[in-house]
């Protein structure tokens, strides 16, 4: 009975494990529906499946879409596109209700999805990019740091580089690796390199590209990365490599400027290249090679079904079946070479390029292009020769150089090399070779060389001088008969100097292009929110505006202004009695000149120099007569040139033999300053000497302080006062003026028997003291007029 009960309960749990296994495949149900994903019926075109799916990424996002299912989302509205916009997938799904891919996106008989990540039928065997189970095909393209800097970085100046960034146990790098895997086959072919970085194996690698997350798809060019920013689709990822090469790189040719690409041979130094095809957008494998070759070659794109070129395949007979490609030379009317073939290969389309290179006589415009063309004997090579035409770009030398040219292109050797330099943009080189001291231009000059080292040495020697005749080209051809013979007909040695670089006036243009590629990738980050790999440009961004914002608020509250009167500062020690500007502690800054500079104020120069003067600006106006201008200026220079350096003072001087009238007027409105000097003017019968005063006029603020002339004589008791702003001596004798008149008479003939250049001796300390704001100031209702010259007497 145990028996038969044990044997009942394991039937029992056969049969619920197999109920449960079945339920399990019951409830897998079909594939998701595309059609469902997307919104679209069974019968909508592809424009209408492409506009709903770019509406519906942009939506779905990850980095736009933060919930949590948006990733999961993002896949499937992925994969659906994938589907439906392949006619063979569609077609397949239509049918049989499931495509021909090995990892679907629902629940099929290839997989499961559980919790929300994603299991193959080997998920037990862990096939995430272990170590053990690497995908071989990605371990081929696996880059290292040293490897990225040395060979990937200079190798991008020639052809772009496509980066998958990935790490072990990264589910989503499951999804995009078989659409990775046919962008790689087919971008590989067309020559862009392919790269994969671990970022488990390479974190330096990564955090230098700037990749943070995984998985992550880049492009490099030129030594630039830039990031990729859509869904994972074949046609995206194509665009994108089509994206990163630079603009301008190929030229639309028609029956309108064809004669205008052709002609610029000449001046680019270059062959031109026209590919004629029948498809309206250049392929992307001539715009690969086009890169790759874009310091030799100049390319143009033919579209034969435009009516504008019919002109074009007729002149070069063009067969409108398979895609023809001509390459010109000198000879813009018959091209140098040609090549036909319904399938350009890479390989193919490479030789050709590398077999015409150059021009057939090609100008050495830099040490390149030397180097190139002439290069450095091998031991274990056949010996090279140049021939080289010294010549000019004038007029007068075409005939010869047209001359050089035809017995270029009869003569042509796989020994030697035909090339011509301009004299005048080569001297250095030209002048070691013709072995000449004048550097005056001199009349052209055929010269075979050989180059022995890269530091410069060369074997070489003059043939002849060169007009073009046939008896020049019979010489010529002479001596490269003998050089086959007997090499050491080189019998002069040198060392050449580097040669100039006659394009590197381009380099602005080139700058100017490097800028525009570089704000539109900004523009394209910002418009994807990539703010962590925003973050150095934004911060350098910010600091700048931040240090600028800095400087201007800083300056701003530094500028000095009359409007806030500073405190006196106490003074240390007493100053000298003479005056002297050297005991100055208040100047606020040293002079910037070794002179001062003094305008006259006159009627021209009145409204800029006074009236029109910026806030916080003084002038500081010496008043002086025709006799005593000369020494007079020399003394106020000297006391004024230590308050040179301050920015907001200004010096000019008056003529008061010409400006009589506007002075008495000023000082009318200065009425506590002629308080001061009330009976100077002895009932009309003495007229008032103004030489030696120091008027500093406030503009703005209409505002004057006034300094007078100070007698140093012996007796100090009858020293003259500064105007109530000299010392608090004159300050006290100012204030008495009114109960002791005789002083006042006995002050002005001393004022009158002082000499001349002591007049100023004080101005140094009145300085001083304007500089603190201590000075009384006379308030000027409106500034006279300074139009009207007193007339001579």
Not at 133 to 152: E, G, I, M, P, W
Not at 251 to 265: A, I
Not at 427 to 442: G, N, V, Y
């Amino acid at each position: 009975v145990m028996a038969v009960s044990t044997m009942c309960l394991s039937l029992a749990a056969v049969v619920v494990l197999l109920s449960v296994l079945l339920t399990g495949s019951a409830d897998a149900g079909p594939e998701v529906d595309p059609y469902q994903i997307l919104g679209v019926t069974r019968t909508a075109s592809q424009a209408e499946i492409k506009k709903v799916y770019k509406r519906l990424a942009k939506e779905w996002h990850p980095d736009k879409n933060k919930s949590p299912g948006a990733e999961d989302m993002f896949i499937k509205i992925t994969k659906s596109y994938e589907i439906l916009s392949n006619e063979d997938k569609r077609a397949n799904y239509d049918r049989y209700g499931q495509t021909d891919d090995t990892q679907p996106y629902g629940s099929g008989r290839y997989g499961h999805r559980h919790d929300s990540f994603y299991f193959d039928e080997s998920f037990f065997n862990f096939p995430f990019n272990s170590k053990n189970h690497r995908d071989f095909a990605d371990s081929k393209y696996t880059l290292h740091f040293n490897q990225y800097v040395n060979d990937v970085v200079p190798d991008s100046y020639k052809r772009p580089y496509l980066i998958k960034i990935t790490s072990d146990w990264c589910f989503s790098c499951i999804h995009i690796e078989p659409v990775w895997k046919e962008v790689v086959q087919e971008m590989e072919s067309l020559g862009v390199g392919i790269g994969v970085v671990d970022v488990g194996y390479e974190r330096r690698l990564a955090n230098h590209l700037g990749a943070h997350r995984t998985p992550s798809i880049l492009g490099v060019i030129n030594g630039k990365v830039t990031f990729f920013h859509y869904a994972v689709a074949k046609e995206h990822l194509r665009q994108f490599v089509e994206d990163l090469l630079p603009q301008r790189l190929v030229e639309r040719v028609t029956d309108k400027n064809d004669q205008q690409f052709l002609n610029s041979w000449h001046e680019l130094n270059k062959p031109h290249v026209l590919l004629f095809d029948q498809v309206p957008a250049v392929p992307l494998l001539y715009k690969l090679t086009a890169f790759a070759y874009k310091d030799y070659l100049q390319f143009g794109y033919v579209d034969q079904g435009l009516s504008e070129t019919a002109n074009l395949q007729k002149q070069f007979n063009i067969n409108t079946y398979a895609p023809t490609m001509l390459v010109f030379k000198e000879n813009i009317d018959k091209p140098a070479d040609i090549i036909q073939a319904k399938g350009l290969k890479k390989q193919i389309i490479d030789e050709f390029m590398s077999n015409n290179k150059f021009l057939l006589a090609p100008r050495l415009v830099n040490q390149k292009l030397f180097d190139e063309l002439c290069p450095v004997k091998q031991f274990h090579r056949r010996r090279k020769y140049c021939v080289l035409l010294i010549t000019g770009d004038e007029e007068t030398f075409t005939f010869g150089n047209q001359a050089f040219l035809s017995f270029a292109s009869t003569n042509t050797k796989e020994v030697v090399r035909f090339a011509y330099v301009y004299q005048r943009l080569q001297q250095p080189l030209c002048d070691i070779l013709m072995q000449s001291k004048d550097s005056a231009q001199s009349s052209p000059q055929v010269v075979i060389l050989e180059r022995r080292n890269t530091a410069g040495k060369v074997f070489f020697k003059p043939v002849t001088a060169w007009n073009g005749s046939e008896e020049d080209k019979q010489q010529l051809l002479e001596e490269l008969e003998r050089l086959q013979k007997d090499p050491s007909i080189l019998v002069h040695d040198a060392m050449l100097p580097e040669l100039n670089n006659e394009f590197a006036s381009m380099f602005i243009i080139r700058w100017i292009y490097a800028s525009y590629d570089y704000l539109s990738e900004v523009i394209d980050d910002i418009l994807h929110n990539n703010w962590r790999e925003m973050m150095p440009l934004l911060s350098l961004i910010f600091s700048a505006l931040f240090i600028l914002f800095g400087t201007v608020v800083i300056q701003a509250f530094s500028d000095s202004s009359e409007d806030k009167q500073t405190k006196p500062k106490a003074k240390d020690g007493t100053k000298a009695e003479n005056g002297s500007s050297g005991t100055s502690g208040t100047s606020s800054r040293p002079p910037k000149k070794s002179f001062v500079e003094v305008t006259e104020l006159t009627d021209i120069t009145y409204m800029s120099n006074l009236v029109k003067l910026r806030p916080g600006h003084m002038n500081i106006v010496l008043v002086l007569s025709d006799a005593s201008k000369n020494i007079l200026l020399s003394k106020f220079a000297k006391e004024v040139y230590s308050f040179t350096g301050s920015l907001t003072l200004h010096f000019s001087f008056l003529n008061i033999d010409k400006h009589i009238e506007w002075m008495n007027t000023l000082l009318e409105y200065a009425q506590d300053a002629m308080q001061i000097d009330a009976d100077e003017d002895d009932g009309g019968n003495h007229k008032m000497d103004y030489t030696g005063y120091v008027l500093a006029l406030n503009g703005h603020k209409k505002y004057l302080c006034l300094f007078k002339p100070v007698y140093t004589g012996e007796d100090l008791d009858t020293k003259s006062s500064e105007d109530e702003g000299g010392t608090s001596g004159g300050r006290s004798r100012s204030s008495s003026r009114d109960d002791h008149p005789p002083r006042k008479s006995n002050r002005s003939r001393n004022i009158s028997t002082l000499q001349i250049h002591h007049k100023l001796d004080r101005l140094g300390l009145w300085m001083e003291r304007l500089m603190e704001g201590t000075l009384p100031r006379y308030y000027i209702p409106a500034w006279p007029g300074l139009a009207k010259i007193t007339p001579s007497k």
